[in-house]
C-alpha cells in the first residue's frame, strides 16, 4: 500500500478535513441560533412561530439528508477510483434529483400548510397571524436550500471542503447580517412583517449561493475526463488506471461501482461455479493469466460503463433507504413540535431554545463525520484491496474510527460542560421572557448538558456509517429505535407526564439506541467485512505473487 494511506488516520489528516468542515456545518445552525436569539427579544409568538415554521422546512429538508454526505461518499470513492464516467453521472444526477426532489417537497409543504398549522400543531391565535406568510416563503426556499445541498456534497467528494467552508459560511453571514437589519434596524422586505422578512432575507442568500455553487461544481470538475452532458450520452472520457501498471488500449483498468468491472490486473483470483464453490480460473491455474482477460463473458471488463438509467437506480435504492432513515429521524423532531406545542406557547418558545442547543453540537462534531466519510471511504476501498496493502489499510480503518469517536464524545463533553457552567447568561442571550426562562432553567436544561458526551458521538457515527454504504442496515435500526423506544417515551409524556423535559427525555433515549445501533455498524459490520476479503485473498496472494 501507498505509505500515504495509513496516514489516513492521522490526527493530521483527520483535523484537516474535520476543520474547515465543522466551520461548514456550524454555519447554518449558528445563523439559526442568532436569529433564535433575537427573535426572543422580539417576542414569544414570533419565537413560537418561528419555532413551528422552522421544523417543518428542515423537516422537509433534511430528509434529503443524502444529497449532502452520501453524495460526498459517492463521489469520493469514485475520484479515487478514477472512475470519470461514474463521477459526471454522479454529479448530474445529484443535481437532477435534489432541484427535482426539492421543488416537489416545497409544493407538498405548501399543500399541507392548513392542515398542519390549523389542526396538527395547536397554535394560539397570536401565533397564527404571523405563520402563513412565513410558512410559504421558508416553502419557497426549500428546492434553493437541496440543490445547495448536492453542490455541497459533490465539492466535499471533490475534496473542495475549504471552498464549501467558504460558500456555506458566506451565505450564512450574508443572512445573519440581513436578518439582524430586519429584526433590529426596522428594515423590511416587499411590506412585510419582520419575521415574514426575515424569510425573504433567507431566500435571496439561498439564492445566490445556489449561482456561487453551480460555477464552483463546474469549476472542480476534471473536464479533460468528460462531461456532464457527454456522461448523460453515455459517452466516456479518458481513464487512467486506479493501479500503477499498466493497461492496454482496450482494457480499462478502472471498476466503477455497481459494475463488475475485471481488468486482468485485479481480476478475483476465485470464480464460483454452478455449486457455488470457489475454484481458481483455469487459465490462471495453467498459466497465471487471468481468464477473464481472455474469454468474453457479461460481466467481463469489457462491458460497457453503466447506463444512466442504471445508474440513477442505484443512486435511488441508496437515496430511498437514506430517504426513510432521514424521514425516522425528523419525524421525532417533529412529533416533538407537536407535543411542545400542546404545553403553551412559552412551552414553544422554550421547546425552540431548546433544540437549537441540541443541535448546535451536532453540528460541531459534524467535522469529524466529515473525516469519518472522505477518510473512511478511501480506507474502506484500500481494505478490500491486497494490491493496496488490506491489512495496513484496516487498521488504520480501526484507528479512523476509535479516534473519530474519541473526538466527538469529548467535544460534547465540553459543550454540555459549557452549557452548565454559562447556564444563566445563556438563557438571557435566548429570552427576556421570564416564564420561557423559568422552563429552560430547570431539569431540561440539566438532561440537554447531560446528552451532549452522547450526541457527540452519534454524531460522529453517523458520517462513518455513510463510509460503511451499509445503508439498508442504517434504515431498520433508525425506524426500531423510533417504534420501540422513541414513540413509547413520547406517548408516556402525552399522556402521563406533560412536560418539556419528558419529550426531550424521550429524544434522549432516542439517541442511546441510535449511539448502540450505530457501535455496532461501525464497530462489528463496517470493519469485519473487509476481513473475509483479506483471509481468502492471502493464500492467492502467496500462490501468484503478481499482487
Not at 157 to 165: D, P
Not at 216 to 228: E, I, K, N, T
Not at 271 to 287: K, M, N, R, Y
Request: charged share 10%; hydrophobic share 50%.
Amino acid at each position: 500500500m501507498d505509505d500515504s494511506v495509513p496516514e489516513y488516520s492521522s490526527w493530521a489528516s483527520i483535523l484537516g478535513v474535520a476543520a474547515p468542515a465543522v466551520i461548514q456545518s456550524l454555519a447554518a445552525p449558528l445563523t439559526s441560533t442568532l436569529q433564535t436569539a433575537w427573535l426572543g427579544l422580539y417576542g414569544s409568538p414570533a419565537l413560537a412561530a418561528y419555532a413551528a415554521v422552522n421544523t417543518s422546512a428542515t423537516f422537509a429538508l433534511k430528509i434529503f439528508v443524502f444529497f449532502g454526505d452520501g453524495v460526498s461518499a459517492k463521489v469520493g470513492n469514485l475520484v479515487g477510483q478514477k472512475d470519470w464516467h461514474g463521477l459526471f453521472i454522479t454529479v448530474l444526477l445529484s443535481l437532477l434529483w435534489s432541484a427535482s426532489l426539492g421543488t416537489a417537497a416545497a409544493c407538498v409543504l405548501l399543500l399541507l400548510k392548513p392542515l398542519v398549522i390549523h389542526h396538527v400543531l395547536d397554535l394560539e391565535p397570536r401565533v397564527l397571524a404571523v405563520v402563513a406568510a412565513y410558512w410559504t416563503v421558508r416553502a419557497a426556499a426549500v428546492p434553493l436550500a437541496m440543490t445547495n445541498m448536492a453542490c455541497t456534497g459533490v465539492l466535499q467528494g471533490l475534496h473542495r471542503v475549504t471552498l464549501c467552508a467558504a460558500l456555506n459560511t458566506g451565505q450564512a453571514v450574508a443572512e445573519s447580517c440581513l436578518s439582524a437589519a430586519v429584526l433590529l434596524g426596522g428594515v423590511r422586505f416587499l411590506g412585510a412583517g419582520a419575521l415574514v422578512s426575515m424569510g425573504w432575507a433567507s431566500l435571496l442568500t439561498q439564492a445566490a449561493q445556489l449561482v456561487a455553487c453551480l460555477t464552483a461544481v463546474h469549476a472542480a470538475l476534471p473536464h479533460q475526463h468528460g462531461s456532464l452532458r457527454g456522461a448523460w450520452a453515455g459517452e466516456t472520457g479518458p481513464r487512467q488506471p486506479l493501479l500503477e501498471e499498466e493497461a492496454g488500449e482496450d482494457e480499462p483498468a478502472l471498476r466503477p461501482p455497481c459494475a463488475d468491472y475485471h481488468p486482468a490486473s485485479t481480476a478475483p483470483l476465485l470464480v464460483s461455479d454452478a455449486g457455488g464453490s470457489g475454484t481458481l480460473p483455469p487459465d490462471a491455474a495453467a498459466d497465471g493469466t487471468d481468464a477473464h482477460a481472455s474469454a468474453p463473458s457479461p460481466a467481463n471488463h469489457q462491458q460497457p460503463p453503466p447506463a444512466p438509467a442504471s445508474a440513477s437506480r442505484a443512486f435511488l435504492d441508496d437515496g430511498v433507504n437514506m430517504l426513510l432513515r432521514s424521514i425516522t429521524l425528523q419525524a421525532t423532531f417533529f412529533a416533538a413540535l407537536v407535543a411542545a406545542s400542546r404545553l403553551g406557547t412559552a412551552a414553544l418558545a422554550a421547546h425552540s431554545v431548546v433544540a437549537q442547543l441540541w443541535m448546535l453540537s451536532a453540528y460541531a462534531v459534524d467535522g469529524f463525520a466529515a473525516a469519518g466519510i472522505v477518510l473512511g471511504s478511501r480506507l474502506a476501498g484500500a481494505a478490500d484491496d491486497s494490491d493496496q496493502g488490506g491489512d495496513a489499510a484496516l487498521k488504520s480503518l480501526r484507528r479512523l474510527i476509535r479516534r473519530c469517536c474519541m473526538a466527538g464524545t469529548a467535544f460534547g463533553a465540553a459543550t454540555g460542560a459549557t452549557y452548565l457552567l454559562f447556564r444563566r447568561p445563556l438563557i438571557r442571550l435566548f429570552t427576556g421572557d421570564a416564564e420561557v426562562a423559568a422552563l429552560l432553567g430547570g431539569s431540561t436544561w440539566t438532561l440537554v448538558a447531560a446528552m451532549q458526551p452522547c450526541n457527540g458521538l452519534v454524531f460522529v457515527l453517523d458520517g462513518l456509517m455513510y463510509a460503511s454504504h451499509n445503508f439498508a442496515y442504517v434504515r431498520d435500526y433508525m425506524a426500531l429505535g423510533f417504534a420501540l423506544v422513541f414513540a413509547p417515551a413520547l406517548a408516556l409524556e402525552l399522556w402521563v407526564w406533560p412536560s418539556l423535559v419528558g419529550i426531550w427525555a424521550a429524544k434522549a433515549l432516542y439517541n442511546f439506541w441510535r449511539a448502540a445501533g450505530g457501535l455496532n455498524l461501525v464497530l462489528r459490520r463496517f470493519v469485519r467485512e473487509h476481513q473475509p476479503a483479506l483471509s481468502l485473498l492471502s493464500p492467492h496472494v502467496q500462490l501468484h505473487g503478481t499482487l
